[in-house]
Every structure is written in structure tokens, then in C-alpha cells.
């Protein structure tokens, strides 16, 4: 890929199917295809943006990274102590150290704190379970990271309950939590889409600027492409399980290649009034990706799909010159 | 430190904020509660029997002679005719063997409330367990117990109970156990499943797994506490049930018990008095109003607390 950086995660072959019916020996007659053969690399203390329309396996695949889920297959290597290990297959007694290290913020603000723990007992928690820092030093620190995160005065919402907090505030207390075992890794799942819009932008700069502070690598999920703009050095554009397309933000948005990209971006409102996009049809309907035939998977809703597109596989993920990743035969 | 935020001195130490925080909760609780007139009617009524229970040494020790007011081996020398009726000495009047009924009903109701909340409270443990640990872990140790549980909710629980106290020889404690144990591990334990599967799909149980922490950290810190309200409604319900049972087991003569309110009914049963019509109503309405009542306000005070418990009953 472009640029220098140390890269942090480098995710192979990543797959991940959920078997949905089952026969009468509940053997898995088909599975839902939310996750395969993906793979992509996350440098140190950049935000690698995830984009692609509902049910597409954008948050499967956050959940992979964090080991929320195990892969059906592939491999994630991410330093545990220093050292590169396939996170697949760490061993019991090295996870708690891998989940310093990997943290996930959650796209409900409502739903990921519980109700009867107060804001301490929410942003303290990551401490507690790793057994880090007394009483003394969980609070101190806890009041650092509100402070941080801008809930302040902390003194005044240490003992408070998630619901006295507005939905801006509940998010900032996610990241506090999220980063206060100093994480290098932050999957961060939709977190600004459940919020009001009057408070989305104060969220985004905040993580921002958190992640120039600290030097931590986002996984930013999202569906809108303003906020991935805003928010991503790289994007990867998924459909249907499967990434289509993968660059460096300004050229993925500037200089689309796989249909389904464009597609969506001629569907996003421009901010540059000036510039008139070509539009691109694509016809309705969404695949879902349950027991995928073997072929395109955009192929039924593609305006350039080819005989190719029908007889092969789905396409591979090729750069196409300047670290532009895409999978499509006809590009 | 951190008072400010419940309205203590900005120093206050954690556990005083702690226990300010729980007060408030309570207090929460209990305005929801205090709605419900009905509720409110059933604690008035489990208020009072619970103060004839605490008034019965007070006044053994006090008023009543022990000679003969002792609810098992007193005898009343001044009446000629036993049962007799109500009278000035004798409230409610005495019992075929001579004894105080009122002396007795006082003496029960601490026996009752014995009964009724160990088979509540082992419900709750049984049930928050089995909930929990099947809701939580699923698979082959879920499907164990749940078929377990379906047994033992399909078995009739008097037949049982009356099966059980032939064979054993039971007391007010196993008694409450055993009914602890048949509520828990049965209809309680179902329904705190089913609460426990949806908060097990909660994202904030994801949190605490990303952040590290264990299964039992999960389960002790997060689910259990939330299913605590729920497990508490059914403990009022199963206070019900175990005095209910209770009574229906000693009127039957099969529990090794000395005085209850059902062996008040069952004596008198014995001497044949329950034939008499109404002319010896005073043998058999104390207790049986007794029972009626104490089982009615339990049931009450849970049908209140499901509302406090259960927003969506709440009415506007
Ligand atoms: N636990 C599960 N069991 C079965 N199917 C699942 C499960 N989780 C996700 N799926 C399916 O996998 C696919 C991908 O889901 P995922 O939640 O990753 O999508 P998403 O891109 O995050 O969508 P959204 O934008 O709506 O959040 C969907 O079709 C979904 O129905
Ligand atoms: S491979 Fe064919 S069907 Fe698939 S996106 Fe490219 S042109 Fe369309
Ligand atoms: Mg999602």
C-alpha cells in the first residue's frame, strides 16, 4: 500500500458464514455469507473507513477483528505484547492481553452501557476485568478520561446513570471507555448514526483528535460516504460479504472504479455544487447474500455485467495501479 | 470523593455516594409502586399479620398465661365446653383441645412468614441460576435443563408435595425447601430465561467481553443484576404458592408440623367440627380467613411490583 506507517492488523481470507436453516439431522443446509474473503491491513494510527449499504457484513467484520466472532476461516495478525500473532488461534491465556489492545465502539449508545452501572462502574470496567490499578487509581483515571473526552466536569457524572446522560455524552463515555487501556486498535461501529446531527461532528473531531494524541488505528464503520470523507485515510467499500473496492479515500471518492461504488456515490448528495457526476444506473432489488451463486455478486444488479461476470467466480480483489484495489473483470 | 452528583459534600467517601445512589433508587421504586392502591392495599394486610407474628412472645411473655394460652399445650381450665366460643378471655374463642385460637393464628403467622419467604428466597437462587447459566451459556447444558425444568412444571405440585410429605417426613424447613426448589427450578426458571436471553443479546455484554471480561464477571455483574427485579416478582408469587401448599399438606395431617394454620383447620376437621355448619365458624375462619388473606396480599404486592418491574404494564 501507499504511504510509509508500520502496519497493525493485517486481516487474510477472513470468512464468516451463518448457518440459517438446518435439516432434520440439524446439519446447516444455508448459510449467510456476512463475511468471506476479506482481506485488508491497517496501519499504525490510521482509520481504515468500511462502507457498503445494510447487511452488507460491516459489522461481522468489525466483530471478527475484536474477536467478538470467530472466522470460519483466515487469519488476523496483530502484535500481542510486541510480538505479531494470528489472533485466530491466540490461545486462552494471551486474550486478555490481545483485548488491551483491540477495542470496539458500539453503534447504540442506548444499549451498550448498563442501565443500573453508573459512568464509573461503565468506563472503569476494562480496568476491573484486567485487574488493573486500585480503587484509587481506577477513579483518578476514569476522571481522566471523561475529562478527556469533554463529560465535564467528571466529579459531576462519575455517580451518575447512562440514562441522565444526552446520547452525545453516552457516546463520549464509550470512546473513554474504549481507550482507557490505551488501545492501538479502536473498532468503531456506526458510532455517530444513532446521534443527533447537531452533535455528530463534536463526536467525529474528538475521535480525531484522540487518535493523533494516542496514535490508534480506527476501523470506522459507516454507511455515509460525507462521514467516511471526513474521518478515513483509506476506505474499503463492501457488498454483499465481499470488499469491491479499497484506496486511499480521495481517490476512491474522486476516482470510483467498480460500478457498485459509483453507484453509491452518485446516489450520495455532492458537496461540490460544481461538479456535475455522471450518473450511474443500477437496477433494484438487494442479493442477498444467502447461498451466493457462484459468480459477480453484483452481477444482478450490474449495468456493465458481461458474459465473464456470469461464467466465473466472483472477481478478485486486484490493484489496479496505485494501490486502487478493486474486483471487477471489466475495470 | 465525587458527592456532588447525588448531592453529598463533594468529599463524601464512595460508599457513602454508593448507598446514596441505592436510596435513590429505592425511592424511585417505591413512587411507582405507591400507585398502585391495591398493591399498597396488600402490604397494609402482610403489615399486619407481620405484626401479630412480632406481638405473639411479647404477649406469651406479658398478658397471656403460658398455662393457658401456649398455642400447643395450653388448655383454657375456665371454659366447661371445649371449642368454646368467643368470649371477653378468648378473642377467637378456643379450639376442640381447649387451646387459644387467637394465641395460635398469632403464633402461625411467624411460622407462615418463615415458610413462605425461605421457598421464596430459594426460588430466586434456584431460578436466577438455572435462568442464567441457560440463557448464558445455551447449547447442551441449556436443553438439559430446560427439559428438566418442563418436568417439573408438567408434574401437579400439590400431588406431589402430598407424595413427598407421605414418603418423608417433612417440616416447615424442607417443606419451603422442597417448594423453593419445585417453583425455582421449575416455571421461575423458565421465565428468567427467556428475561436473560434478551439481555444476553445486549450490546453492553459485548462491551464487557471486548473489554475482557470473563464468563462469570458477565454473568454475575450483568445479567443477574438485571434479572433481579424480575426474580423478586416471583419470589412474591412463590410465598403464595408455599403457604397455600402448606396449608393444604397439614389439613391433610402429612407434615410433621406443631402448629399451623392449616393443622388449626385439620384439628378441627379431626374432631369432626368442620361438619357442624356455621355453628363453629370460629374453628375454621381464623385460619382460612388467614391464609386467604396472606396469599391474596403476596399475590397483590406482585402484581404491583410486576408493574414497576415491567415498564410496559405501567399505565400512563
Ligand atoms: N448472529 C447472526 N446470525 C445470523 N445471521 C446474521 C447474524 N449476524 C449477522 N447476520 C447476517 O449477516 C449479514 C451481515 O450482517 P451485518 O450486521 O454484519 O451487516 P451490516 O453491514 O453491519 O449492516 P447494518 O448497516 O444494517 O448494520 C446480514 O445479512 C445479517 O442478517
Ligand atoms: S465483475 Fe462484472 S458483474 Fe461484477 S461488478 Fe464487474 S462488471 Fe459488474
Ligand atoms: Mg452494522
Same mark, same amino acid.
Given at each position: ?17 451463518? $448457518? ?44 471478527? %477483528? ?21 489472533? @485466530? ?5 494471551? %486474550? ?94 456506526? $458510532?455517530?448514526?444513532? %446521534? ?83 450518473? @450511474? ?10 447461498? $451466493? ?22 472477481? $478478485? %480483489? ?14 | ?46 403489615? !399486619? *399479620? ?26 383454657? &381450665? ?18 376442640? !383441645? ?26 430466586? !437462587? ?41 414418603? *418423608? ?15 425455582? &427450578? ?18 453492553? =455484554? ?25 426474580? &423478586? ?10 403457604? *397455600? ?6 389439613? &391433610? ?21 368442620? !361438619? ?14 388467614? =391464609? ?25
Amino acid at each position: 500500500m501507499s504511504g510509509g506507517g508500520d502496519i497493525l492488523v493485517r486481516a487474510e481470507g477472513l470468512t464468516k458464514l451463518f $448457518p440459517i436453516s438446518r435439516n432434520l439431522f440439524l446439519r446447516p443446509t444455508s448459510f449467510v455469507h456476512a463475511v468471506e474473503d476479506v482481506s485488508f491491513l491497517i496501519k499504525k494510527g490510521e482509520t481504515l473507513g468500511l462502507v457498503g449499504e445494510s447487511g452488507c457484513g460491516k459489522t461481522t467484520l468489525g466483530k471478527l %477483528l475484536v474477536k467478538l466472532l470467530e472466522p470460519d476461516s483466515g487469519h488476523i495478525y496483530f502484535p500481542v505484547d510486541g510480538e505479531p500473532r494470528d489472533v @485466530v488461534t491466540l490461545p486462552g491465556r494471551d %486474550l486478555l492481553r490481545f483485548r488491551r489492545q483491540a477495542q470496539m465502539i458500539f453503534q447504540d449508545p442506548y444499549e451498550s452501557m448498563n442501565p443500573r452501572r453508573t459512568i464509573y462502574d461503565t468506563v472503569a470496567e476494562p480496568m476491573v476485568v484486567q485487574g488493573i490499578g486500585s480503587i484509587r487509581e481506577r477513579e483518578k483515571r476514569v476522571a481522566e478520561m471523561l475529562a478527556l473526552v469533554g463529560v465535564s466536569p467528571p466529579q459531576l457524572y462519575l455517580f451518575r446513570y447512562p440514562h441522565e446522560l444526552s446520547g452525545g455524552q453516552r457516546q463520549r463515555v464509550a470512546v473513554a471507555r474504549s481507550l482507557i487501556l490505551n488501545p492501538s486498535l479502536v473498532v468503531a461501529d456506526e $458510532p455517530t448514526s444513532m %446521534l443527533d446531527v447537531s452533535v455528530r461532528s463534536g463526536v467525529m473531531k474528538l475521535m480525531l483528535e484522540l487518535q493523533q494524541r494516542f496514535n490508534i488505528s480506527y476501523l470506522y464503520v459507516t454507511h455515509d460516504l460525507a462521514v467516511a470523507r471526513y474521518m478515513c485515510n483509506r476506505i474499503a467499500v463492501m457488498y454483499c460479504g465481499k470488499v469491491v473496492e479499497m484506496a486511499e479515500a480521495e481517490e476512491l471518492l474522486g476516482h470510483p472504479l467498480h460500478p457498485y461504488t459509483r453507484a453509491l456515490l452518485s446516489a450520495a448528495p455532492d458537496p461540490d455544487p460544481g461538479y456535475v457526476r455522471p450518473p @450511474v444506473e443500477i437496477k433494484g432489488g438487494v442479493t442477498t447474500p444467502v447461498n $451466493p451463486p457462484k459468480r459477480c455478486r453484483f452481477y444482478d444488479r450490474c449495468p456493465m455485467a458481461a458474459q465473464v461476470c456470469e461464467e466465473k467466480d466472483h472477481p $478478485p %480483489l486486484e490493484d489496479k495501479g496505485g494501490a486502487h484495489y478493486v474486483a471487477c473483470y471489466r475495470v | 470523593m465525587t458527592g456532588e452528583a447525588v448531592g453529598l459534600p463533594l468529599r463524601a467517601s464512595r460508599w457513602q455516594v454508593r448507598a446514596r445512589l441505592l436510596w435513590r433508587s429505592w425511592r424511585e421504586s417505591w413512587a411507582l409502586f405507591s400507585h398502585n392502591r391495591v398493591g399498597l392495599l396488600g402490604l397494609g394486610i402482610i403489615a !399486619l *399479620f407481620g405484626l401479630m407474628a412480632l406481638a405473639h412472645p411479647v404477649l406469651i411473655r406479658t398478658v397471656w398465661d403460658p398455662l393457658i394460652y401456649d398455642p400447643v399445650v395450653g388448655y383454657s &381450665f375456665d371454659e366447661v365446653l371445649q371449642p368454646a366460643p368467643p368470649s371477653a378471655r378468648h378473642l377467637l374463642g378456643t379450639d376442640p !383441645l381447649g387451646r387459644d385460637i387467637l394465641s395460635q393464628l398469632m403464633h402461625s403467622a411467624r411460622a407462615e412468614f418463615a415458610l413462605g419467604l425461605m421457598a421464596a428466597l430459594v426460588t430466586v !437462587l434456584v431460578g436466577t441460576a438455572i435462568g442464567a447459566v441457560s440463557a448464558y451459556y445455551g447449547g447442551l447444558i441449556d436443553a438439559l435443563l430446560m427439559r428438566m425444568a418442563d418436568i417439573i412444571v408438567m408434574m401437579p405440585t400439590v400431588s406431589l408435595l402430598i407424595v413427598l410429605g407421605v414418603l *418423608f417426613d417433612l417440616n416447615m424447613y424442607s417443606l419451603a425447601i422442597v417448594i423453593g426448589i419445585i417453583s425455582g &427450578f421449575g416455571g421461575t426458571a423458565i421465565i428468567i430465561k427467556s428475561q436473560a436471553l434478551s439481555l444476553k443479546v445486549k450490546p453492553y =455484554i459485548e462491551a464487557a467481553r471486548v473489554a475482557g471480561g470473563s464468563h462469570r464477571h458477565i454473568i454475575l455483574v450483568h445479567i443477574v443484576p438485571n434479572l433481579l427485579p424480575l426474580a &423478586f416478582l416471583y419470589m412474591m408469587f412463590t410465598v403464595t404458592a408455599a403457604i *397455600f401448599s402448606e396449608a393444604v399438606l397439614s389439613f &391433610f395431617g402429612i407434615l410433621n408440623i406443631r402448629m399451623s394454620w392449616g393443622i388449626m383447620i385439620h384439628t378441627a376437621q379431626n374432631a369432626g367440627y368442620l !361438619l357442624g355448619g356455621t355453628r363453629y365458624w370460629w374453628l375454621l375462619m381464623p385460619a382460612g380467613v388467614s =391464609i386467604t388473606l396472606l396469599c391474596g396480599s403476596f399475590y397483590l404486592v406482585g402484581r404491583a411490583l410486576d408493574e414497576v418491574v415491567n415498564p410496559r404494564l405501567r399505565r400512563r
